[in-house]
């Protein structure tokens, strides 16, 4: 993480959007890998579009990916936070960054916060950011995966709704139940994939 803030020269900025050029702090403790600039621009240029209406950051860490989502033109942003001190810090960037009103926190797993069993406020989502821990993505055995089989069952997901899976660049994917994979795009050891009912 500190190589990182030093190759760019401090904490991660937005983008792009309203919010261009503002600072978004990043939890301290060593567990959030807040994505490079380049990165950040690449993957919002091949979203395009779909930037809109209700986006859920649900491994949210800094919520940057989310907060970016706001900028460049979403309606309301929802994150996801397990660790309650990175919970802290989503909530103080919502609030520095003036957009209280568009943005929800669940202090929680995103595992337990989202089933097909629940009712969730801004649902459908247009864009679903899922940025795990690699160690959960590269683990074929953990609760994730069956949840995310199970994604296409709950009031988050339907069929105009994005889903963008973060994961190790070496990783390979396929269909994930009624889940498709549309695309892959890498950037250096870090890969997104882009999925779709």
Known sequence: MTRKFASEGGPPRITAGMLRGRVVQVPQTGDVRPMLARTRQALFNVLGNAVAGNVW????????LGLEALSRGADHA???ERDA????????????????EQCTVIRGSALAAVRPTLRL???PASLVFLDPPHAMA???ASDFWPW???LAQTPMVNFDTLLVFG????????????????D????GTVAFSLLRL
Do not use: E, W
Not at 167 to 182: C, E, N, S, W, Y
Not at 184 to 187: D, H, N, Q
């Open 57 to 64: 950051d649900c491994f949210a860490g800094s919520g940057l």
């Open 78 to 80: 929802v994150f996801i």
């Open 85 to 100: 001190r990175h919970a802290k810090v989503v909530q103080q960037n919502i609030m520095d960054l003036g957009v209280l």
């Open 121 to 123: 406020a801004h649902s």
């Open 138 to 140: 590269v683990d074929t």
């Open 148 to 150: 995310l089989r199970d």
């Open 167 to 182: 994961h190790p660049a070496g990783m390979k994917l396929a269909d994930i139940g009624t889940l498709r994979l549309d």
């Open 184 to 187: 892959t795009r890498r950037y």
